[in-house]
Nanobody
């Protein structure tokens, strides 16, 4: 079992920055990939950024060059630095962790943190 707790969301003006954090606890040694997803009102949840155990990263095109995902393995914390925020970045942001526990693939979600970007 893994517990994920996000923080750092809030209200910011367009062009501003926010840094999201996701603290992982529990059986974190089996975590493989971690990522940030977001869901805007009336839209499907989408992958924003992912970081693998190897350290490789991928981003959705719309945030490329503006967002940076990072992971502190020692503190079991995932970050998302969001710069040059746009109103279309407004959404609930969710932390995700996946891996294999007891031989089975599983994934875990945080409760979400709200990001609102005003124009």
């Amino acid at each position: 079992q893994v517990q994920l707790v996000e923080s750092g969301g809030g209200l910011v003006q367009a062009g501003g920055s926010l840094r999201l954090s996701c603290a992982a606890s529990g059986s974190t040694g089996s975590i493989s990939d971690m990522g940030w997803y977001r869901q805007a009102p009336g839209k499907q949840r989408e992958l924003v950024a992912i970081i693998r155990r190897s350290g490789s990263t991928n981003y959705v095109d719309s945030v490329m060059g503006r967002f940076t995902i990072s992971r502190d393995y020692g503190e079991n914390t995932l970050f998302l630095q969001m710069n040059s925020l746009k109103p279309e970045d407004t959404a609930d942001y969710y932390c995700n962790a996946n891996g294999h526990w007891s031989g089975y693939y599983q994934q875990y979600w945080g409760q979400g943190t709200q990001v609102t970007v005003s124009s």
